[in-house]
């Protein structure tokens, strides 16, 4: 490591305010930090001073603090300002400098700041200052700008060539600044020495003169050979100072002469040094231009490298012409033929759009069959109910007549009641037997119409469905789902008013037991005893908690049968959306295909150049055109046998569901039938069997 009292005073050479008498007076910090503001007042402004603490006393947390500041400074300057990287130096242990005032590292933190100041702007003044100091500490200083200087790297980097020349011109650079330097010494040394020498002449001059005065004083008064006489030891003194001088001025001569050699050496070595700068720039600058026409010949080559690639491309393009032109009298073949199957497709479409009107009455004529269906149903129930009802009373008539006669044989005592019995019976049948075959009739006609209409119904709707089926375009499985969901929902309709039509009829029953029983509350009066009173109340009470229970369960249902009805007219919409669809692609395959026929008109298979792309766009629009039809085709077959299919899923179903509803009818029979029931239960069941089987029903009206 170099001197640590050379730096020291070095940085008393910077005039800095701070006091700087012994070593631990750099500890704190203070004083390099105005050092390095005499470097570079511009960087180290004082806005970065003043973050130094000045009065850190021998606290060593706040020098280490000062210390690590100064450092990053450092640092920081030499990467921003001048452009170089420290690598390989070890860096000060500001702890140690802080804390033990530690010498080794006080100087390597001095020798940062003394790389600061040789390369900075002012760095002649430094050097010339560095230039007037001892040789000892002259050569110590050199000796760490040296050690520093080593260790510098500039910021950015290129490839190695350039790397080389650099780090040479960098060193040939550093040489120039050593024999400039060397070289301003030297000439201050003989300016000195010319000045000495001057200053020894005329001193020389002045004792010669002097001299003479002194011999002729001498002539004048005693022998100057006499030593002892103040004369004699007078010029004594001269004599030997003046051999003195002499011999100084010899040795300056030798000097000066020794010096002069030394300057036209250096002189010499500037010229070679200069040559060398020379060179090397001129050699920096060829690898400039070698590097910037390497950059143009490997844009070429890259140019080249394309441009091969277009001729292959343009050799093939050449080789697949003779191929297209084969291909385009095959392309016109099929073509025509396209145009031909397109006229069919066409045709077929016409027929498509004229039984879209039948199939719009047909679904007027389903809606207004689906109302009268309802009404009739309505009506039939109605009938029903009726004939349930009047059977029931000429039943219970029926009874009350045997039991009359028997009464009639057992009391002939009583002759005068039995008349009036008898004229009364008389007047009940007169009145009755009539209603009761009208009725009988109505219901039998009823029942013979109801499935007539039902079977018309089922006709209508399975050629709606047949007709919807025939209907359907290229977008079938769309149609297919829609229709799907159509069905389901005309299903679940028929469903919920078949459920609506059983909770109506059991309604209208339970209201008919209601008033029977009523009736029989009336009749019976005082005579029925509390136990039956508080049953039929009871039974009452159940009865109304059930008919608010079906109110409420047609009231659910209402929303649920809109909701199927709104979403019938969905799916309507949805058909119609996806009718317009095809009008819209039918007209623009029209479209593609009359540009087609104008390409094929406009193009001469005579040709030889710049047929290429027109050539290409045709074939491209041929392969789509075969693809559409392709797809058509497939669309058309896979249509017709999905309309197979759904015939047969169609037909099936409802058979299906025929037979599940004539299983539910029986079991619900079944289901009512037990000991337990009531007279008019059992009354209600033997009418309702007799319905079912009418076979049964003539002897009962021929009763």
């Known amino acids: 490591l170099f001197n640590l009292d050379a730096n020291h005073s070095k940085i008393q050479t910077f005039g800095v305010e701070a006091q700087c008498k012994t070593v631990e007076d750099l500890t704190s910090g203070v004083v390099m930090a105005q050092a390095l503001q005499k470097i570079d007042i511009v960087y180290f402004n004082d806005a970065w001073i003043s973050r130094i603490k000045p009065d850190v006393g021998d606290n060593w947390r706040l020098k280490v603090s000062n210390l690590k500041k100064i450092q990053k400074g450092i640092l920081d300057y030499n990467q921003e300002v001048l452009g170089q990287h420290i690598n390989d130096f070890t860096l000060p242990d500001v702890n140690l400098i802080g804390e033990h005032s530690d010498a080794a590292e006080l100087g390597r933190m001095l020798q940062l700041i003394l790389g600061c100041a040789v390369n900075c702007e002012q760095k002649q003044e430094y050097i010339q200052t560095i230039m007037m100091m001892e040789e000892s500490v002259q050569h110590v200083v050199m000796t760490a700008i040296q050690e520093l200087m080593s260790k510098e790297t500039p910021v950015t980097g290129g490839n190695d060539s350039y790397v080389d020349l650099d780090r040479q011109l960098k060193k040939t650079v550093e040489e120039l600044n050593d024999a ?4 301003e010494e030297i000439a201050q040394r003989c300016r000195e020495l010319d000045m000495q020498v001057a200053a020894l002449q005329e001193e020389k001059s002045s004792l010669l003169a002097e001299n003479q005065v002194l011999m002729e004083r001498l002539n004048q008064s005693d022998s100057i050979e006499d030593i002892n006489s103040p004369a004699g ?69 890259d140019k080249v490298s394309k441009l091969e690639g277009t001729v292959e491309n343009y050799k093939k393009k050449l080789e697949d012409m003779g191929l297209l032109r084969r291909q385009n009298k095959l392309m016109e073949e099929k073509n025509t033929a396209l145009m031909q199957t397109n006229v069919g497709l066409e045709e077929e479409l016409r027929k498509a759009n004229a039984t879209k009107g039948q199939l719009e009455t047909y679904k007027r004529q389903v809606v207004e069959l689906q109302n009268r269906l309802s009404e009739e149903s309505k009506k039939a129930d109605k009938m029903e109910f009726e004939y349930k009802r009047v059977k ?9 007549k045997d039991r009359m006669r028997t009464e009639r044989d057992s009391l002939k005592e009583t002759i005068e009641e039995l008349h009036c019995v008898q004229a009364q019976e008389g007047q009940l049948t007169s009145s009755l037997f009539p209603l009761v075959s009208n009725d009988g009739s109505d219901s039998l006609a009823a029942e013979i119409t109801t499935p007539e209409i039902r079977e018309h119904l089922i006709r209508l709707q399975h050629e709606n469905k047949m ?6 375009g290229s977008d079938n499985e769309k149609i297919a789902l829609l229709q799907s969901l159509l069905e389901d929902a005309n299903r679940r309709k028929n469903e919920l ?38 049953f039929v109340l009871e039974k009452v009470r159940e009865l109304n908690n059930e008919l608010l229970k079906k109110n409420a369960f047609i009231d659910e249902m209402e929303p649920k049968y809109t909701a ?25 395959y029209k479209k593609y295909l009359e540009k087609a026929k104008s390409v094929i008109r406009t193009l001469d298979p005579k040709q030889n150049q710049g047929s290429g792309p027109e050539v290409q766009a045709l074939k491209n629009q041929l392969q789509e055109k075969e693809r559409m039809l392709i797809s058509l085709e497939k669309e058309m077959d896979k249509t017709k046998s999905q ?3 759904e015939e047969k899923l169609i037909v099936s179903a409802w058979y299906n569901m025929g037979m599940s509803m004539q299983k ?40």
Request: hydrophobic share 30%; aromatic share 4%.
């Open 392 to 400: 029931e009373k000429v039943d219970s008539l029926q009874k009350e």
């Open 564 to 588: 199927s009805s709104q979403r019938v007219d969905e799916l309507e919409e949805a058909l119609k959306k996806k009718d317009e669809e095809m009008k819209q692609m039918e007209e623009r």
């Open 664 to 703: 539910k009818a029986a079991e619900d029979r079944l289901a009512n039938t037990g000991s337990g029931q009531s007279f008019l239960a059992r009354q209600r069941q033997a009418t309702s069997t007799r319905r079912s089987y009418p076979g049964h029903v003539q002897p009962a009206t021929a009763r």
């Open 497 to 534: 008013e078949t459920e609506n039509r059983l909770i109506n009829q059991r309604l209208m029953e339970e209201q008919s037991q209601v008033e029977e029983l009523q009736k029989s509350l009336q009749e019976q009066g005082s005579k029925a005893d509390d136990v039956s009173y508080w």
């Open 467 to 472: 007709l919807k089926l025939a209907q359907e």
């Open 643 to 645: 309309r197979e299919h």
């Open 233 to 301: 030891r007078r010029h004594l003194q001269l004599q030997t100072q003046l051999e003195q001088l002499q011999e100084e001025t010899f040795r300056l001569e030798a000097a000066k002469d020794d010096y002069r050699i030394r300057c036209e050496e250096l002189e010499k070595e500037l010229l070679d040094v200069k040559s060398q700068n020379e060179e090397l720039s001129s050699l920096a600058d060829e690898a400039q231009s070698l590097k910037d026409e390497m950059d143009v010949l490997r844009h070429s080559s």
């Open 180 to 183: 400039l330097a060397t070289k």
